[in-house]
């Protein structure tokens, strides 16, 4: 069976009686699938199985395969090794459905494989205890081959205030293995598992890699096994007991997206911001420019200050106030309050009325923070209801950030949230919510069972129905900044907060990596204050802005003690952004490999390419007394693009002449192909550390 779309095919074979992946990568051409077979078949080593076969997709042991199988589970003392067989196939238009049992186990396994037109495979399995006694899942993943030119593997891991950070290594033999026990899918989420040929940069090269569409555990592998073969694998990470299926239950995994580019990382995320970008329920409307007060106020709120902040977002271009964490029950401080969403009197003597309509009234958006799965033991609703808390019986978890974890699984806590946020979100003609999750889970349990799957689908269910019964509702995941980041919240949630981390310097990174498969339009990216909150170094509001304007923008900052330049410069940022975001938020990203790492250079080009706009940021001293050439690739080749750099974030430049095509004023008299602009580029001016400059190009 061949699937092919955009790029990428992937032929299964059934011929053996079980599913095998023949070729995942790009369209082969005309062939016969049995030559393909006979090309792929390996020789018969010493000291190994006497017939050689492919472990096909699901890896088990019993075809005599030593590497880590995609099933594993048992009932008690049997039904251990696993050996399927395909009783049905079922084709349709994108895919297939590879139905398989194993009668002396009990199992029954459903396999289906969808390509969509973005080229992006996804792979739903489903597994059901066909047996009469309780069989207990302990992994079902999905695995996919990789070929022996993949060499190396490229993962992410992180930490609050520095998400998403490359690790790139060789793919050597033995199981690497990513797995993520928070409950939620974490800082250190990998987002997918990505193999690479040696030459894989951003803009060339083979990538594939793997990612699930899970908020909560996961796993993700690489493994090269004593054969040699590599495959990738990801699936949810059950916890021990979480999935004891009685007879006849079905355990669904959740969907994992396979990703194929021959042309480098960016073909990956272009292939998944077309994907995303298709998604039911993604907000037609531009991303509003966004004023969240946390780093401007904290836990100080006051009618009259955040009123006055209102005033001023609302003249320099903003489009949604955000009031964040400190608004409710005891909350004047992060360790009380959590659980009791009603408005704090203390804080709130008129109520919120007054701010919302005031933000209303000035034509902006009103969003309001919450936390709902969790608790402070200092809260009426944790006082009242104790063991509404994810626990093991008769044991507290070791509290962090001063609270607990809510039991979402319990049908009356759940109706307690989902009460309360609703009411306010009706009350107050709330147009968006920030929904916070700041503490791992631990000890997990509902009634004495494991409960992250369940508290997974729970959270999922509770947004779904807050969307339903409020239209227009927008969400905002957020995780102490980029802790649930992830593949399954892109379909329930409409905008992530990246990171708490606003330095610019290090946002840089943070956004480029996460953007790898999640589009830059979901990623919330703010200017900070001028003295960063988290690294305290100051820098000036160009680098600041010209980071916050390649993801959905906004401001974290108390414009009340902003400069009239500074005033000035945003103002102009937010036109900038106004004028610029269809771009942005539709083009095809692109991460150019710079040959000085004292620089970073990353652009989008529009999707018809007739325009883009690069953003050449200077994060140290250049090595070279004139920087490196920045080149503009992605481009039509043979078309003729008008450059000119957009001043908006460019700071004084220190040098007696600007470069050639330049000219003196920001309109450049010069043109050039999209070949040149891929391959000679242009010479910077000489930027100062921590200065940025963007530069359009527009076909003419
Ligand atoms: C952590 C978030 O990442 C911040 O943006 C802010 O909302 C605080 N929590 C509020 O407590």
Redo the contacts with the bound molecule.
Sequence with gaps: MRLSATGVELILDLAAGYPVVLHWGQPLGDLAVADLRAATTPAAPGADLDDPVDPGMLRETARGYTGRPALRGHRGTHAFSPLFAVEDVAVDRAGATVRMADAAAGLALSLTLTLTEHGVLLIDQALTNAGDDVYSLDELSTCLPVPDRATETLDFSGRWLLERQPQRLPFAPGLRLREGREGRSGHDHTIVQCALTADATTERGEVWALGVLWSGGIRHLAERDVRGRGALGAGELLEAGEAQLAPGETYAAPTVAAFYSGAGLDGISAASHAWLRARPGRPASARPLTL?V??AVYFDHDLATLTALADRAATVGVERFVL???WFGARRD?TSGLGDWVVSADAWPTGLAPLVEHVHGLGMQFGL?F?GEMVSPDSDLYRAHPDWILQVPGRVPPPARFQQVLDLVNPDAYAHVLGQVSALISEHGIDYL?W?H?RFLTDAGHAGTPAPRRQTQAIYRLFDELKRRHPGLEIES????GGRVDLGMVFHADRF?TS?QNDPLERQQIQRWTSLVIPPEMLGSHIGPTTSHTTGRTHGVGLRAATALFGHAGL?WNLLEATEDELAAITRFAALYREQRDLLHSGRVVRVEHPDPSAVVHGVVAADASRALFAYVQLATSSGITPAAMRLPGLTPDARYRVRVRDVVTGEVIQKRGPGWMGGDDVSGIALSGAALAQVGLRPPILRPEQAMLVEAVRI
């Design positions: 969240n946390w780093e964040d964490d400190g992060d923070w936390e920030k916070d700041n957020c995780a102490s900044g907060w708490d974290e």
